[in-house]
């Protein structure tokens, strides 16, 4: 069993907290008494890093601390708990993959990220790009980083999809549970994604500078060695121009994503 399904958006699990606690957290708990009762016994579960908060250390281990300071996050943290007291009570063996940020699209253009909304950050400094935004917004520039946005680990869809397949033949073979980190161990602050932006396309991006969002740490990069080592996951997307250039590639090809045009 691989479970995908969770909200994800840090801003709204802000005003809307039982929202989340009840669509990940309860849902978390229905699915694995419906594995208990009909014997399924191993779970890949997406995770994220928001179960850090203001991590302790950079880049993050898996032994990191694990403090919240999100419901979004609190509730990931409290679906990787259930996970574990199912394990020693039922046996049901569960990893859990940490997701850094994701980003990127195939190489060919086919198939890309379309959200509704989007909230993701490269997608959305290419719609400006493109002209579908009037500009990107950075929200915040007074975060304890070298140039004052907060940092953050981008991790390619490609890369993910690899690593769950390589997580369900751990559960296969070792038969216990576990957690894993997901991300390329290098940090790019916001500016420098809109910077990369600039050069893949080839053009300046109307930009300013936003209010903090509530919940956003400051910096959050992985510590992926746990998943290299024990899983052989290798990334195969380590450079953030090529991210976005793949993710560029999608976006001049469907600017209303998968529907027709609007």
Do not use: C
């Amino acid at each position: 069993m691989v479970h995908f399904a969770a909200f994800s958006l840090v801003g709204e699990s802000m005003t809307e907290p039982l929202k989340y606690f009840d669509n990940n957290t309860y849902g978390m708990m229905q699915l694995l008494e419906v594995m208990r009762d009909t014997g399924v016994n191993k779970l890949v579960f997406s995770s994220t890093a928001a179960v850090y908060g203001i991590p302790e250390e950079v880049p993050i281990k898996e032994t990191t601390p694990t403090k919240p300071i999100n419901p979004y996050g609190e509730s990931k943290l409290q679906m990787e708990q259930i996970m574990a007291w199912a394990d020693a009570a039922y046996g049901i063996k569960g990893v859990a993959l940490r997701y850094f940020n994701v980003a990127g699209a195939v190489e060919d253009g086919a198939i890309g990220e379309d959200h509704n909304p989007e909230t993701h950050l490269v997608p959305n400094v290419l719609f400006a790009a493109l002209g579908k935004k009037d500009k990107i917004t950075m929200f915040g520039n007074d975060y304890a980083t070298p140039d004052g946005f907060n940092v953050r680990d981008y991790v390619h869809p490609i890369d993910l999809a690899s690593a769950h397949v390589l997580a369900l033949e751990y559960l296969a073979r070792e038969g216990r549970s576990d957690v894993f980190n997901l991300g390329s161990s290098t940090g790019f602050s916001v500016k420098q994604i809109v910077d990369a932006a600039e050069k893949v396309v080839g053009r300046s991006i109307p930009q300013e500078v936003g209010p903090r969002r509530p919940g956003d740490p400051d910096t959050l990069i992985a510590d992926s060695t746990k998943a290299r080592s024990v899983l052989g996951w290798q990334p195969r997307y380590d450079d953030v121009e090529h991210i976005i250039a793949t993710a560029w590639k999608w976006t001049e090809a469907h600017p209303y994503g998968y529907g027709d045009d609007k």
